[in-house]
């Protein structure tokens, strides 16, 4: 076992995996730069008046509320504004060495996880051309890939079992984006189970006051900058699914805007709250398949319930259900479903749908998904109820 | 005389190493009447002169090749004849010519011309007429894209139902179809560098599947795919059928998708939408695929 622990500890290349990667790199770099010249309303709405006003108003910029998004974010653009170099180039640019090196740990992940280094390599080629991926960034301009960076290395600590720094960098996609929570009532069952402590979930709201700290000082109220994850809900409230196939866009997403907006946020809460009383029931074998089953299964449950979901984000399931797949072959179907899904919900927004339904209707999307979370959900039921996979009670083991 | 004409039927007839019954020979002459027949109403729809001529003839050639690849992949006599008697009728063949006259057969039969070469051995040759094929097929694109006359390319699918026909296939046209080429051969050469990793061994088998997943992967992800993109895939899915009776099914929904194809191009509407017939091919692109799958870890497990 220790042997092939050590052999997953590095990789070694030979001229055919040299080339392949090469190969591969430069394809999904020629991606990229064919994209890189689309301006999308994001950018011309939101990133570029405010690297804008970062240009004429320096660092006190931060101390305005012109800006929803997290301060850490802003940091990034102010550093581009500084740079002599046309900010979108420099924007996309940013986010597209990303897409590099969130495909690099996917494939550090693919070899801790199977320990075949064509299946590593392939994981790395793979990553690079997912659409969801390079759309969100080269095409889209938008940050996501931050946050699922951080969130890959918190997977891949996870597997190499030092949880400090597994949520040391899961408290770094919390500061970067929200949509990070989707999954973290897995940590809660980690923490169950004893592969979390209660000090390590310290690094979140550490984390974030850190990255809040800068913007304090430049005088932006204290309050408004915990809560400007309130604000950001607040906005983009005019249906109650943006594009993303979700419940409502079975029940209809125009209707009760304001009740279903609350009862929905309620309605999940109350379903997280039954499932991880179910899951901490009994202590379990926490092996990384199972680590990943939970994640993904909360990464499409949360935002099937949550209203005034967005297109891209499926984004955080997306690269969970590749990982999925690389443990488990035969779950090859999950990557390619909610990839497929995912990006024609990005695609309805970059392809200016706007209100017209995609050429399958979102609401056969949604179903598709639930059949997905079910699937899923089966998947960890069997898991649970496996005896194999069942350890002493907290109280019995005390005993 | 009952007793004799019963006889008659079904006594072999041996001319050199090719032995056959007076029923075969029957339904070979039948057949490749029946296919001439069922051409000949049709064939005044469009121009015909010796190119299309040709590609009528070139059906039946192609459909011999594909009865000696049955034969070469199965050793059963029935399945030959009978593969060579469904491709003498088959409604895709019979209308991209006869119908058509796109003749998409001159480049069809480099591709089954190289598979067959490289059942029999000559890989060289294989390799090269598979190429010439690609090469004719490149160019037909052109012409036709040409003919179109379309300044700006509106759409990334001009009638194929493949992946753009569920994503929006008018958005970022003239961005997409490079990337789209790009995915393709990033998918393509993970495909390849799977194979040399495992040093995976190509039995018949094997590389009958990889044909049939190559001619559906191909057209389902190139951009401005014509209607008749999936014709290789028509033939390849009837081969797959003739080697692997349960998947009987594959022909049947690739011949559906392809033939409402040509059908939506000709008459410009359609009773279903193109989608759907999107979501069949991938759908048979996922099980030929996954046929693959376990096709190549048999093949590393020997």
New interface residues.
Partial sequence: MEQAMNKRGSIKFDR?DLL?LA??TV??L??RV??R??TTDDWAMYWDPWISDLKEMGFSYLATDRYDYTPTFVYILWVISKLPVNPMTAYKGLHIALDFVAAAVMGKIAWKVTGS??KS??AY??M??V?TI?ANSA?WAQCDIIFMTFLLLCFYYFFEERPCLAMFFFGMAFVFKLQSLFIFPFLVILWVNKKVKIQHFLWIPALYFLSILPAWIAGRPLMELINIYMAQGAQDVWSLSIKWPNIYQIIGNQFFLLEYASSGTWLILGILMILMYAMAQKRLRITNEFIVQMALFFAILTPWFLPHMHERYGCVADILAVIYALMN?KK??FP?VHI?LS??SC??Y????RFNE???YYGVWAFVELGLLILLGLDIWNYMKNPENQLPALGKEAA | MDDFLRDFIVKRWKIGAFTFTFLDALLAVCITGTGIFLRLPVINYTVTGPEKIGAIALDYILALLCGAIVHRCTASRNRAFLTYAILAIYPTMAANAALWNVNAVYYVILFFLGFYLYLRGFRVLSGLSVLAGTGIALYRIYQWRLALSVAYPVSLTRGWPNFYEIIPKGAFVELFDKVSLLCLAGLLLTLAYCFAKKQVRITWDLALQLFLFLAVLIPYFAPYMPPWAGYTADVAALLYFMRRKERFYMPLLHLIVSYSAYAYAMNGETKLPMVLYSVILLGILVNVGVDLYREINKGVNR
């Fill in positions: 055919m392949y190969a591969m394809i999904g020629a991606v064919i994209l010249v689309v280094k064509t390599i392939a080629g793979l690079l051309l659409p390079w095409l072959v090859f179907y390619l497929l990006f024609n695609m309805a970059l392809g200016q749908l995609p050429s399958i």
